[in-house]
């Protein structure tokens, strides 16, 4: 049986070369989540937002939120949700209402401001 040492054998090599991939593509990402977060840590002690201390710490706590944030997005990749997520739409009337009644003095200001424009231009007109 020469046929199935071989067969077990690219099957070995063929898990070693998909976790090396996986891994590769892993370290990619997460290369340029800490190149991103060390530019903008970067930036803020340019702007003295914060110190070398404080940005050293940032992007270390950033990593390991990114890391803990990949680790749990491959469990759930392989587990489906069971049901759909909800999705609740709010509306805020009271901010509405606000809006209209603010509208409507502007309007009445405006209607105020035209009628003593035209009062206005009568009184220029009689006196030319």
């Not at 392989?78 to 901010?95: A, C, G, Q, Y």
């Amino acid at each position: 049986m020469p046929g199935f040492g071989d067969i077990v054998q690219k099957a070995f090599y063929l898990g070693v070369g998909l976790a090396s991939y996986a891994g590769e593509k892993a370290g990619g990402k997460l290369a340029q989540v800490r190149s991103q977060v060390q530019k903008l840590a970067d930036e803020m002690v340019a702007k003295g937002e914060m110190n070398t201390e404080e940005a050293r710490r940032f992007v270390e706590e950033m990593m390991k939120q990114a890391q803990q944030a990949q680790a749990s997005g491959e469990t759930s990749e392989k587990t489906p949700p069971s049901e759909p997520r909800r999705i609740e739409i709010l509306e805020d009337d009271e901010e509405q209402t606000v809006k209209e009644e603010s509208n409507d003095e502007n309007v009445d200001k405006l209607r105020q401001e035209v009628l003593n424009l035209q009062d206005e231009l009568k009184r220029l007109q009689r006196d030319q």
